[in-house]
């Protein structure tokens, strides 16, 4: 058995319990980012029995492209959870193989960027045109320089499980990116997308404006999904099932979101407070848009046990094992607390007759 027949067998197995139509969303969030979503499905796996590998759809953005692109390739959620915490994983495609989470971005800073260059000038004259056509992140993205840092090593990682210039052996994974130029979503893995390797989309997808510089696949310059939307919950719609059916249910992990907030004494701290609440709002407005459409929507983000853990640089991999640790005991207490059976509403005494 090859590499991607046996990548086959191990999601159509974990497919097979449930009849369910699934989703799963993978926000952007960076290292620690990464780290909390691992956490977190391993707390919905041993809470609920969901294996996340069993979701028709997958939709992964930003560092939630990496684990996406995993999953979909068979890792389960326990040996991602090995993975990160450098424990051997002895079955997967993930077995045998070491990875440095602390440095595959290069540290908690990025390399200082081109100074004296816009990121893309097309995009800013797109925006004066049409202001209302792009999101502020994507106008923002746009005037940040050129970065210098590099996402070898996580491209090579995906390589390393999925052979290089080939898509997901799982049909439902996606992988989102914005056009640097004409400010376009483009979904990856979707009819209509540009033809590309699994590992190319993830590296598109995880190009921050100013910390990575954007990814070329031909003419097209690619930078971070999450310049778009954090999450891309609307991704999932409803004209992506055989025969245009809804999705029934959905798990979105938000790592950049929030459920409750803390009270960071930095500025920095601060400012980044304020940026999760950007996007647990823009979240907040896809989730109420798919649960329009019949579709139950679960969502786990952090909460102030997990910021005050995160801290303000979701690129700091010195907190990295101590955000999945938390992770799995949070998301587990939330899981926990939604999917507890409410009690029977007490009988009504009847009335006596006269």
Request: hydrophobic share 40%.
């Amino acid at each position: 058995m090859n590499v991607l027949e046996n990548v086959r067998a191990r999601t159509a197995h974990a497919a097979r319990p449930s009849a369910l139509r699934r989703g799963l969303v993978l926000g952007g969030g960076g290292t620690l980012g990464a780290a909390w979503m691992i956490g977190a499905l391993r707390a919905i796996e041993q809470q609920t029995g969901f294996d996340a590998r069993g979701a028709q759809l997958i939709v992964g953005t930003s560092a939630g492209s990496i684990l996406a692109a995993l999953l979909g390739a068979g890792a389960s959620a326990e040996e991602l959870w090995q993975h990160q915490r450098g424990e051997q994983v002895e079955h997967g495609p993930l077995a045998g193989h070491i990875f440095d989470y602390d440095q595959a971005a290069g540290g908690a800073a990025p390399p200082m960027p081109i100074p004296g260059w816009l990121g893309s000038p097309r995009l800013i004259a797109r925006s004066v045109r049409h202001p209302r056509r792009y999101p502020g992140t994507a106008v923002l993205s746009a005037f940040l320089p050129p970065g210098r840092g590099s996402l070898g090593d996580i491209g090579q990682m995906v390589e390393d499980v999925i052979p290089s210039g080939t898509w997901s052996p799982h049909p439902g994974i996606r992988i989102v990116a914005m056009d640097y130029d004409s400010g376009e979503r483009v979904v990856f893995g979707r009819a209509g997308a540009p033809p590309i390797g699994l590992a190319e989309a993830v590296v598109a997808s995880c190009s921050i404006p100013g910390w990575f510089p954007p990814a070329r696949l031909g003419e097209r310059r690619f930078v971070d999904g999450g310049t778009v939307s954090n999450t891309n919950l609307d991704v999932l719609a409803a004209d992506e099932m055989p025969g245009g059916r809804a999705l029934d249910e959905i798990f979105v992990l938000a790592p950049s979101a929030a459920r409750g907030y803390d009270k960071p004494a930095s500025v920095l701290g601060r400012i980044e407070r304020s940026f999760r609440h950007l996007v647990t709002r823009q979240m907040l407005h896809e989730v109420i848009q798919a649960r329009k459409e019949g579709t139950k929507v679960h969502v786990l983000c952090p909460g102030p046990e997990d910021l005050e853990v995160i801290g303000a640089n979701l690129m700091d991999p010195s907190r990295r094992v101590e955000v999945l640790d938390t992770a799995l005991r949070t998301a587990a207490a939330t899981i926990a607390a939604e999917f507890e059976p409410q009690p029977e509403p007490a009988a009504r005494p009847r009335q006596s007759a006269g």
